[in-house]
């Protein structure tokens, strides 16, 4: 394992718990950091079923003034370093700043990894936290990503829930996939910053495919304002017909827009004459709102 004496320390990391607790060690040589983390009011996607913490193997990138993307991966609860360690030599405070998940240097330009949010991007991968100003030195070296230090979601999530109306029955014939058109899917993810940019300005479709008996789907996307001459259209196939309808557009917390670290939910309801979908409900992550849809043929 590799040893940097920057003047910074160990990121001996035990992300999976909120321990406010400074140990303060020896002075007189390097001294290592422990790190804490939370994630803010998140819901269940990448991270454990509550959202909120880590699960093992999950790997962050760490940076600083002096350092940077440095992984820290996660076994056995706790967060170690992958490779590189790094010490406190001074008794300066230092801010440290991280993301979720890690990339390989070779993966990133000046800090920035460049992602398609299309049906072949999809997956926790690309469900980009960021947590910043979290401090320590040699005489309080605990690093707590908690609180306003906490990760917080950089994208935004759009949830569907498929549900049967009149003359459709999930048991009898199942959702085979549906496609959302209206969405720009190209941009970046600063892992210095936590900012997210649109790199494409115009949108592309994205196709969700079921698992068998499956009546929901997500989409991670970049957060982004919507174009009026562009709508959101969703198509979906059941029982080999196509039904459609255009999607109402979020109206919080921001008017169309879906804004970053919101999660979206739509409520769409099948009948055999077409769909109905409500106003979308926004939930944390962050509440933003919520639509149901009914699709009729």
């Known amino acids: 394992m590799k040893t940097k004496h920057f003047a910074l320390a160990v990121l001996a990391l035990s992300l999976a718990a909120c321990n406010n607790e400074n140990e303060i060690l020896n002075n007189d040589g390097p ?5 804490t983390a ?22 962050i990138g760490i940076n600083s003034e002096d350092i940077t993307n440095v992984p820290y991966v996660r076994e056995n609860g706790q967060f170690g370093p992958k490779g590189t ?11 440290f700043s991280a993301y979720y998940p890690y990339r390989e240097d070779s993966e990133l330009q000046n800090g920035i990894v460049s992602v398609n949010t299309d049906q072949y991007g999809q997956g926790p991968e690309i469900d980009f936290l960021f947590a910043s100003g979290a401090t320590g030195s040699t005489s309080s070296p605990t690093v707590s990503f908690t609180g306003e230090h906490a990760f917080k979601h950089c994208m935004s999530l759009v949830k569907f829930n498929f549900l049967e109306g009149e003359g459709v029955d999930f048991s009898e014939k ?18 210095t910053t936590g900012e997210t940019a649109l790199t494409v300005n115009y949108p592309s479709p994205i196709t969700m495919w079921f698992d068998d008996g499956a009546t929901t789907s997500q989409l991670f996307i970049f957060p982004q304002t919507l174009d009026f001459t562009t709508p959101l259209n969703l198509s979906v196939v059941y029982n080999g017909v196509e039904y459609t309808a255009t999607l109402p557009n979020p109206s919080k917390p921001e008017a169309n827009q879906f804004s970053a670290g919101y999660a979206y939910t739509y409520n769409i309801t099948l009948n055999n004459k077409g769909i109905t979908v409500e106003e979308p409900e926004i939930t944390p992550w962050e509440p933003g709102n919520s639509n149901d849809v009914s699709i009729t043929l």
């Open 38 to 59: 939370d994630i803010y009011k998140a819901v269940s996607t990448r991270v454990n079923s509550e959202g909120t913490g880590f699960t093992d193997n999950d790997c």
């Open 31 to 35: 001294v290592a950091a422990q790190f």
């Open 174 to 191: 199942i959702l085979k996939h549906c496609i959302l058109e209206g969405l720009k899917t190209v941009g970046t993810f600063n892992t």
């Open 85 to 95: 360690t790094i010490y406190f030599n001074d008794t300066e405070t230092k801010t």
